[in-house]
């Protein structure tokens, strides 16, 4: 270490005095980025020592003092103005913090009951979150996830199928992926517990490709090439570096561009009951919205719609700057869990790089539905409707995971859809959806059985953050359109039977006369794409004359 110093650095009067030099490490470790705090709350027996590295470790002062002899009047100066120094410092800081960590003895444990879709082994002392193995009879592992323990029980959670297991299976934990440091980067991968957890490919490799929640192809177009595994769960970003929603974003569905305009960055929900056409206006966003990148996280479908989305709904075009992460009904809850998660965390990792990335997750309600059953499985007592409280706060712990990046750079926007049956206003993930979303765009059966597609109640939906977004005389306009609309579906009873007559209500006139264009304005072919500027011009010509 001492010969990386000194030929990386220039000769003569470059290193701290011996003792200001501990003083400086101890900083230098300590404070060298955010990670420490996560390093200390655990990695997989005991909390490992940042604190230890820090401070029983005098060797970066040792290196200092076999070199300090000619020492100049402001070392320490000189050493924060050296930037390969301090790089150097910096690598050998988190060498040192790297060989620290503790491993774990490999061990393992002995499965003692199976209830439903938990599974109960007895010494296995792996944290929650860890991989682990039950062998079966036939000699195949089954994968498991760690959900919960009492004492020294664990509670497993299988990633596939318990046939073959028995009694007194042997339960082995993976070891925990992580990766050594690199010089002149930022470290940070293997310094919190969940960098250690889950890794799945990411990366271009993904794009045009369909895969299953552990990042398998399903499209039997051969394996992955150009991605490489990163941790699922990735660093949050603090919410004063998150730049707010300022640009709006084109998603070629004119109803949307023109009366409920979307923020880059946004999260909206897509409120509606089944078959009113939520998967159509998902793929009519996937094929004609201005992103770099879309996800598409299909959650709880039923197979047969996964197939249908992909080949017929999205098409060749759409599915060629798509990555469709799949995580069908029949899975365990814990995959579909995973789908979800992973879509997300896919996202985020083209979202760092510096694109803007769409996301569509079809469904959020499926997404709780699932913590819902691994939640009643281990035993948590349901609260609103069957739901546990720990769905409540597994919502926004996704959602918040989309949204702008640091200073501008890259983007999520995400679409989320949300079941609800009629105007049912009680299910508690649709309120609960509403209340952590940026806005909600409701599909209704009435407009859908009239053959109005895509099927958005306008008067129900909106968008929170288009007064950011559009230009004062769209936000006019959308609101004479509105209200025009609400005008003559008040009404419409009287209409229909021949109540009503021209002359009396001028504003009601109005609304009659304007209402067929404004209905055509709103509807469109799923086959074609609408601009925003356009969208946005035809609805302040309509409202303006
Ligand atoms: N924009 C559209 N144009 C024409 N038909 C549509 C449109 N959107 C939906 N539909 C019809 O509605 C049906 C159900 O839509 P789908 O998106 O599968 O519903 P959901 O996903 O809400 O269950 C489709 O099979 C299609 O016939
Ligand atoms: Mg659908």
Known sequence: MTLDLADDAPHGALLPEPDTAAAASDADVCIDDDALPGQSAGTWDEPNSGANAAADDDQPGDIASGQAEPAAPAPAAAAADNPRLQRWAHYLADLEAYASMRVPLASHGTLVRVTGLVMEAGGVRAPVGAVCEVLGDNGHPVQAEVVGFNGDRAYLMATGELTGLRSGARVTPRAAPHSPPLLGRDNLLWRRSEDRGLHLPMGDGLLGRVVDAHGVPMDKLGTLNHVRNAPMVRRPINAMDRDPVRRPLDTGVRAINAMLTVGRGQRIGLFAGTGVGKSVLLGMMARYTEADVIVVGLIGERGREVKEFIEDILGEAGLARSVVVAAPADAPPLVRMQGATYATAIAEHFRDEGRHVLLLMDSLTRYAMAQREIALAIGEPPATKGYPPSCFAKLPQLVERSGNGLNGVGSITAFYTVLSEGDDQQDPIADAARGILDGHIVLTRELAEAGHYPAIDVEKSISRVMANVAPKAQLDAARRARAL????????????????????????????????????????????????AHSRDQLIALTGS
Do not use: F
């Open 485 to 532: 609309l609400s005008k003559v579906n008040k009404a419409r009873d009287l209409i229909q039977l021949g109540a009503y007559a021209p002359g009396h209500d001028a504003e009601l006139d109005l609304a009659v006369r304007l209402q067929p264009q404004l209905v055509a304005l709103l509807q469109q072919d799923m086959h074609e794409p609408a601009d925003l």
